[in-house]
């Protein structure tokens, strides 16, 4: 995209930049510093604070000719204003002069500094911001020593003011930028706070219920240029300067947002060394500065008082866990698999690192076993074949492309990726909505496609029959379809985001197999900004398909049939489907590694006590197939181990491999053995690059306090077909769906819900989902249902009694249960539904 | 000359006999120190028995041997102990490193942190040269109240209260 560009001098340097660049920007591209409050570089120009005044001269233009006046030497004269203006909201001209340092302009913000301050407390002692405080770096750098105002007359305002749950407003402090605001409103679209009434009684209240209900509330407190705002789960916890911080990834979702753990050493936990907060880190290719609300807050699970801190074996005939040292532990395992002779399952989570899946893999093929991953959503290999190719941004997304997003509601499931194909469409791409209900990101999509929950794969077959005009497609293609598709072939760059709302493993197969094939038709792959993009359920999924570790097709309870032993890693099968107890107990021998004593734990003859990923190193392969390391902030306790530092040591005692190092050393064996990770590696994973909007350290009055990013960029894989040229996709035919369930109850994703990795956090209790059943209002009527009553549900032989709630966006014939809330239920079953009188 | 010097160092000597002695029999007799001794820190409080400390740890910023650990929490009205809505809920000094060189008490925004008169530390564990805020903060002086107090809601709102000129 070629732009005009415009030359300016600023402060007597002379600068280039595109058209319609404001001068504040153009400055600061040119190093030049001019102090903002309101002005944000993602946020619209308002102009509120006054704080970037400059003088800006213009070359004189004699009105009769229309041309540029120039002087005896041929110079263009240059014009002053009689004022000073906002470099936020005026862009660049041709043969400007801006004077930011002139004497006039330095004076005229230093005005403004201390109007500003005649109501500011300057309580910056007690200020969570204190230290990290735009203001207070303004004050010190372009402010007045002294104020002309009476202090007596300051304004004196509530300092408690809760917004929410999780965030507090300080009235006093607030300088009334709107930057929140127009955060809110206009990055998030979740304008639930606003200002009321005017002038000095001007406050920012919340106009939701619960207060602040955004799922992107902390961001306000990076981007507020005053400790006006201040989290809940921070309040008081730590000056910022006192804080270490370590690069890190964000484990609750596949976007992989890129984190920085702020920790410090507490009296309260006991002398540790504790996080305190967790802060974005810039990755405009990832996050850009942004974190979602479960990212910040929900990290308590890390420093749990429950987590496991020895091993444990049970002797089976006493059954009851003993604590043992490590090396027993080891041997014992080493035993345990001996006598399997081979008949061994290793079970992986998402939550697992690539080191931790490589080396479970490894293992479990010297054993002559396999590993499997416990998930339900298929389609990996597809996303390693059509992946978005190197150089993708979201950002870069905008008229002429198109988005399609498919068996997912984004904005429960990742957040980040929600907003940043929201903000695509607003620049003008073409969003397609396809799913069985209406999701978050409808209001913003050019087509929305309804389908019955289970045949998301014909919708895609539909739209790939307009491309290849297959007759076998026929079946598939509706005006709909017909209409979308031409969207799809005409865009230049196209990202489909696929998940499993209501899809089983084979039907999100076929869907992912026929999304990469509609791609591949379209020749919208192999190469940046196009491709597809798999909707996981965990930040490592992609990872696991990677590393060689699959779900089973037949599901976990077909793969341990006939095993002696399991080796579960990071994962909670037994509490997931209860159902699956009983099998784990069959198998003679179990060993579970994790960080819970899960109920999977329970059954186990070995429990071995891994490392979180705030205590050690790794990488995590997210949804669009960018590896990103993450790096230890706390010292482990010293009963924990590495997942992969485990398996390792197991391999070694049994004579299948050398035992590592070190994760770097796993990931070594990774690119030397997998194709695709040739070029990771440690080093290349800590690779840098420029990035704007400029944040941190002394530009946190520009971009905020998000953290720059130091530590790494991670590394885009390169999808199969951009290297293997002979890859052909074929669609998939959908399984035919035997018959129309009289009522389908699908589990579908909430962003809080009351997982392990959730519920630790105290600050979110609040906002955690809570159980209930989704009824449509016609299918409620039929079954006599009233709001808020309590039915009973039958599915697979199971009984459940559970709050019902009618809503009108439930498609009917289907039932609603948020996941993780204590339905145990991973795919969409068939159920038998009677309410329940009072 | 030699015995010129030598009846001149005699004299010294004798001299000095009849003078009164520098020395002071501490710890019977305790030397009074100058009006701007720096000796062991105290946590002062209001006279309403409310501490002055607020948490800010701005001394634990300035100390240059990094002998303070300041740890902050959130006053309510039902257990409060500073004004304002931040106090310390753990204040420690380890005299070991202390250098007393006043900087904590330059930093202090609400003058809670004083160096006073008191030198006498000795100790017999490391763990002893660590003064936590139970051993730092003055008692509560006659006619206030111990913290945490109760106090009707509202009553100590401002984060830095109206300063109290030093006497």
């Known amino acids: 995209m070629s732009q005009a560009l415009v030359s300016l001098t600023i402060d007597g340097v002379e600068v280039t930049v595109p058209v319609g660049t404001k001068i504040v920007d153009a400055a600061k591209q040119a190093g030049i510093e001019i102090p903002v409050f309101c002005y944000h570089p993602k946020l619209e120009s308002v102009g509120m604070c006054r704080q970037c005044l400059v003088e800006i001269g213009r070359p004189k233009i004699d009105r009769s000719t229309r041309k540029i006046v120039r002087d005896k030497n041929g110079d263009p004269v240059i014009e002053f204003g009689p ?67 009476l202090y007596e007359d300051k304004m004196h305002l509530a300092k408690h003011v809760p917004l929410g749950d999780l965030i507090f407003l300080d009235r006093e402090r607030c300088i009334q930028c709107a930057r929140c605001i127009r955060f809110q409103t206009e990055i998030v679209d979740d304008p639930v706070i606003a200002f009321s009434e005017r002038g000095r009684k001007l406050e920012i209240v919340t106009l939701s219920e619960p207060g602040f209900a955004s799922y992107f509330s902390g961001n306000t407190t990076d981007i507020c240029p005053v400790g006006a705002l201040t989290t809940a789960d921070f309040r008081f916890g730590a000056r910022p300067w006192e804080l270490n911080a370590t690069a890190s990834i964000c484990p609750h979702c596949a976007v992989g947002c890129n984190t920085m753990l702020n920790t410090r050493r507490e009296a309260r936990s006991q002398g540790r060394v504790v996080i305190k907060r967790v802060m974005p880190r810039q990755n405009e290719a990832v996050n850009e500065i942004w974190l979602c609300d479960k990212g910040r807050f929900a990290h308590h699970f890390a420093s749990s008082e429950e987590r496991l801190a020895r091993p444990v074996i049970k002797l089976k005939r006493r059954g009851r866990l003993t604590a043992t040292t490590w090396e027993n532990a080891v041997k014992f395992v080493v035993e345990g698999l001996q006598a399997a002779h081979g008949a061994v399952l290793g079970i992986a989570g998402g939550r697992a690192s690539n080191e ?362 390169t999808p199969r077909v951009e290297r293997q040229k002979d890859i052909s996709f074929d669609w998939a035919a959908p399984r035919k769906i035997a018959h129309k369930p009289r009522y389908l109850m699908v589990p579908i994703t909430k962003l809080y819900d009351r997982g392990t990795t959730v519920v630790q956090s105290q600050v979110l209790g609040p906002r955690l989902e809570i159980l209930r059943l989704y009824v449509n209002p016609e299918d409620a009527e039929r079954l006599g249902m009233i709001d808020e009553g309590e039915v009973e549900v039958q599915w697979d032989g199971r009984k459940q009694r559970l709050r019902s709630v009618i809503d009108e966006h439930v498609p009917s014939g289907a039932v609603l249960v948020p996941r993780s809330l204590g339905v145990p239920l991973a795919t969409a079953v068939d159920v038998k539904i009677r309410p329940i009188a009072l | ?95 070991l490193r202390c250098i007393f060189c006043g900087f904590c008490e330059d930093a202090c925004p609400t003058e809670a942190i004083v160096l006073e008169h008191n030198y006498e530390m000795s100790f017999t564990s490391r763990r002893d040269a660590i003064y936590t805020k139970e051993r730092l903060i003055v008692p509560v002086p006659p006619g206030g109240d111990p913290t945490p107090m109760i106090v009707p809601p509202g009553s100590f709102d401002r984060a830095i209260p109206e300063m109290e000129d030093p006497d």
């Not at chain 1, 302009?105 to 300057?122: D, M």
């Not at chain 1, 297959?470 to 598939?476: F, M, R």
């Not at chain 1, 009983?582 to 186990?604: C, H, K, N, R, Y």
């Open chain 1, 83 to 149: 004022k000073l203006e906002t470099s936020c909201t005026t862009p660049v001209g041709e043969g400007w002069v801006v004077l930011v340092n002139s004497e006039r302009a330095i004076e005229g913000r230093r005005q403004v500094i201390e109007l500003i301050l005649t109501s500011h407390p300057l309580d910056c002692p007690i200020c969570d911001k204190g230290g990290e405080c735009p203001l207070q770096n303004m004050t010190m750098a372009h402010g007045p020593g002294k104020s002309r105002f």
């Open chain 1, 356 to 717: 931790d899946l490589y080396a479970l893999h490894r293992l479990m093929d010297g054993l002559g076993g396999r590993a499997v991953l416990h998930d339900q959503m298929a389609g990996g290999e597809f996303v390693q074949q059509a992946g978005v190719g190197p150089g993708t941004n979201l950002a870069d997304l905008g008229s002429g492309d198109c988005i399609l997003v498919v068996a997912s509601d984004l904005h429960e499931e990742a957040p980040i990726w929600w907003l940043r194909v929201k903000q695509a469409a607003e620049r003008g791409a073409k969003l397609i909505v396809a799913n069985a209900r209406p999701t978050r990101l409808d209001a913003h999509a050019t087509h929305i496609l309804r389908y019955d929950y289970g045949v998301a794969a014909h919708m895609i077959l539909g739209m790939l029959h307009e491309i290849n005009h297959q007759k076998e497609l026929d079946q598939y293609a509706s005006a709909e379809t017909k209409k979308v598709a031409k969207v799809v072939s005409k865009a230049n760059n196209v990202v489909v985001f696929y998940g499993s709302e209501g899809l089983d493993y084979a039907a999100s197969h076929d869907l992912a197999q026929n999304c990469a094939t509609l791609l591949a038709a379209s020749g919208h792959v192999g190469r940046a900004n196009n491709g597809l993009v798999a909707v996981w359920t965990h930040s490592n999924t992609q990872g696991a398909w990677d590393m060689g570790v699959h779900p089973e097709p037949g599901g976990l309870a077909a793969a341990l049939k006939g095993q002696k032993a399991a080796y579960v890693v990071a994962a909670d099968p037994a509490g997931d489907e209860p159902l699956l107890t009983s099998l784990l107990e069959q198998v003679d021998f179990l060993i579970v590694q994790g960080l819970f004593l899960t109920e999977t734990a329970l059954a186990a003859d070995v429990v071995l006590p891994a490392q979180s990923f705030v205590e050690r190193d790794g990488t995590y392969t997210n949804g669009m197939r960018r590896v990103q390391r993450f790096f230890p902030a706390i010292a482990p306790n010293e009963g924990m181990r590495a997942d992969w530092e485990i398996l390792s040591a197991v391999a070694a005692a049994m004579g299948i491999d050398s035992a590592r190092p070190s994760a770097a050393a796993v990931m070594q064996d990774i690119a030397a053995k997998n194709r695709d990770y040739s070029e990771v590696n440690y080093p290349a994973l800590s690779r840098n690059a420029s990035q704007w909007p400029h944040v941190g350290g002394k530009d946190i009055y520009f971009g905020g306090t998000a953290h720059p990013n130091h530590q790494g960029l991670g590394v885009q894989l």
């Open chain 2, 1 to 95: 000359m030699f015995a010129v010097e030598l009846a001149r160092g005699m004299w010294t000597t004798l001299k000095s006999m009849f003078e009164e002695p520098v020395t002071y029999q501490y710890p019977e007799v305790k030397r009074p120190v100058r009006p701007r001794f720096k000796g062991r820190h105290v946590l002062a409080r209001y006279k309403n028995g409310l501490e002055r400390c607020i948490g800010c740890a701005l001394c634990a910023a300035a100390c240059p041997a990094s002998a303070i650990f300041v740890e902050a929490s959130e006053n309510i009205d039902r257990r409060r102990f500073s004004p304002g809505e931040r106090y310390a809920s753990t204040y420690e000094i380890n005299l």
